[in-house]
C-alpha cells in the first residue's frame, strides 16, 4: 500500500521560504511519476509541479516557475518542494501524490496516490 506523508507547512511572511517535504513508502518509486498540488479556501485543486522519479525531469506551472524547486532523494525515498519569494496567494494546503500515468502528469484526477496535506500560510 502506498502511503505518502507530507510535512514542513507553516506560517510564513510574504517574501520567505518554505520546504515541504513528502515521504513516500510502500512501493519502488522509480517508474512514478510525483506531483505537488494545492488548494485554497473555495477554490479547485491546481497543478504546481512536477518530476519523473527515475530522471529528476521536472515540469512547472506557471505561477511558480523560477520560485519552486520540486526534487527527490532516492535514499530517502522523499519528495521536496523548496519555496522561495513566497506570495500571499501561495496560502494554500499542499498535497505531494504520485501516478504512473506519462509524464508530465498535471491533471489531478488522474494521480492515484496521495497524502493527507500539510497547510501553508503566507501572510502580507
Sequence with gaps: QVQLVESGGGLVQAGGSLRLSCAASGRTF???VMGWFRQAPG???????????NDRRTHYADSVKDRFTISRDNTKNT???QMNS???????????AATVNTFPT????TYRYWGQGT???VSS
Design 30 to 32: 522509480s517508474s512514478y
Design 43 to 53: 477554490k479547485e485543486r491546481e497543478f504546481v509541479a512536477t518530476i519523473r522519479w
Design 79 to 81: 519528495l521536496y518542494l
Design 86 to 96: 513566497l506570495k500571499p496567494d501561495d496560502t494554500a494546503v499542499y498535497y505531494c
Design 106 to 109: 498535471i491533471t489531478a484526477r
Design 119 to 121: 497547510q501553508v500560510t
